[in-house]
């Protein structure tokens, strides 16, 4: 069975977990490719990581799960590249909260024998498209988690309408706006002040980012809908994020349209996690703290 290896840095401290993972899934009989700019970060005594092949990007038929070795920020950019080849993505987590990157380290026997004898699930994730257009150029991009559109003036507030689908929703001033799929709201959307949605939910939520009026709240509308923000300012250029990635945009006003993507994502599930189980461990949600 074939297994990418993905990641970025490796901390001092999780430096032998992260080989003694990989050496596991070696000694397990499984056929590495390790990401080129990962495999840099990585030197082991014990076996010969430079044997095992390296990858930039990969196609459909490279490997039959992607393990991404990190917190969700990591899983986020495994996402990011390899997306377009539908291999499902299965997060170790050596972040903190973990709601992509769900696997703990220490798990790692259970892990291989799951993986080996299939009895883990697929889950599949919404995407969101987004493109807009400035007076050079045409950019589009995707995100797992959000799109957001903020001032870069930390003084200044820019002014947003709001279309569904070609019809006026509504204007407001705020710092921004952030379009969040199901996955994402227990991200940024969740420190918004917007709800919690289960990933199969099959919508979009639009969050205004301290908007400033008290009438404005969340939206959540069918994700079969699309999105556009018109926004304008003065003295102030625009800053675009799609999950971990941003772009400045020099322009006094900008026009950004979002949509569900064809796209989606896959996520490898093993049988002990779940949504609602995270939740629990991760945002301790229901318990009662005055105990």
Same mark, same amino acid.
């Given at each position: 069975?074939?297994?990418?290896?993905?990641?970025?840095?490796?901390?001092?401290?999780?430096?032998?977990?992260?080989?003694?993972?990989?050496?596991?899934?070696?000694?397990?009989?499984?056929?590495?490719?390790?990401?080129?700019?990962?495999?840099?970060?990585?030197?082991?005594?014990?076996?010969?990581?430079?044997?095992?092949?390296?990858?930039?990007?990969?196609?459909?038929?490279?490997?039959?799960?992607?393990?991404?070795?990190?917190?969700?920020?990591?899983?986020?950019?495994?996402?990011?590249?390899?997306?377009?080849? @539908?291999?499902?993505?299965?997060?170790?987590?050596?972040?903190?909260?973990?709601?992509?990157?769900?696997?703990?380290?220490?798990?790692?026997?259970?892990?291989?024998?799951?993986?080996?004898?299939?009895?883990?699930?697929?889950?599949?994730?919404?995407?969101?498209?987004?493109?807009?257009?400035?007076?050079?150029?045409?950019?589009?991009?995707?995100?797992? @988690?959000?799109?957001?559109?903020?001032?870069?003036?930390?003084?200044?507030?820019?002014?947003?309408?709001?279309?569904?689908?070609?019809?006026?929703?509504?204007?407001?001033?705020?710092?921004?706006?952030?379009?969040?799929?199901?996955?994402?709201?227990?991200?940024?959307?969740?420190?918004?002040?917007?709800?919690?949605?289960?990933?199969?939910?099959?919508?979009?939520?639009?969050?205004?980012?301290?908007?400033?009026?008290?009438?404005?709240?969340?939206?959540?509308?069918?994700?079969?809908?699309?999105?556009?923000?018109?926004?304008?300012?003065?003295?102030?250029?625009?800053?675009?994020? @799609?999950?971990?990635?941003?772009?400045?945009?020099?322009?006094?006003?900008?026009?950004?349209?979002?949509?569900?993507?064809?796209?989606?994502?896959?996520?490898?599930?093993?049988?002990?996690?779940?949504?609602?189980?995270?939740?629990?461990?991760?945002?301790?949600?229901?318990?009662?703290?005055?105990?």
């Amino acid at each position: 069975m074939k297994i990418a290896i993905f990641g970025t840095k490796i901390t001092a401290e999780c430096k032998s977990k992260v080989e003694e993972i990989i050496h596991s899934f070696v000694a397990g009989g499984f056929e590495l490719l390790i990401y080129n700019e990962f495999k840099k970060e990585i030197h082991s005594s014990s076996f010969s990581i430079s044997n095992i092949p390296e990858f930039s990007t990969l196609s459909k038929n490279d490997a039959e799960i992607i393990i991404s070795l990190g917190g969700d920020g990591t899983f986020l950019k495994c996402a990011h590249l390899c997306y377009k080849t @539908n291999i499902p993505i299965l997060g170790i987590n050596f972040g903190k909260l973990g709601f992509l990157a769900q696997t703990n380290p220490d798990d790692i026997d259970y892990l291989i024998k799951t993986i080996k004898e299939k009895k883990y699930t697929i889950k599949q994730r919404s995407v969101l498209d987004f493109s807009y257009s400035t007076a050079r150029k045409k950019i589009s991009g995707i995100g797992l @988690n959000e799109i957001t559109l903020q001032k870069s003036n930390a003084v200044k507030l820019i002014k947003i309408n709001v279309y569904i689908k070609k019809e006026f929703l509504c204007s407001f001033w705020a710092d921004g706006v952030a379009i969040s799929t199901p996955t994402g709201s227990t991200g940024y959307s969740l420190s918004l002040g917007a709800p919690i949605l289960s990933p199969d939910t099959k919508s979009i939520i639009i969050t205004p980012i301290a908007p400033h009026t008290l009438s404005i709240r969340p939206i959540i509308i069918p994700d079969t809908e699309t999105i556009v923000l018109e926004a304008s300012g003065e003295y102030t250029d625009f800053l675009i994020s @799609n999950d971990y990635q941003s772009q400045t945009v020099q322009e006094t006003k900008i026009t950004v349209k979002i949509k569900k993507s064809r796209q989606k994502i896959s996520i490898v599930e093993c049988p002990d996690t779940s949504f609602f189980k995270t939740l629990r461990e991760k945002l301790k949600l229901g318990i009662d703290i005055r105990k």
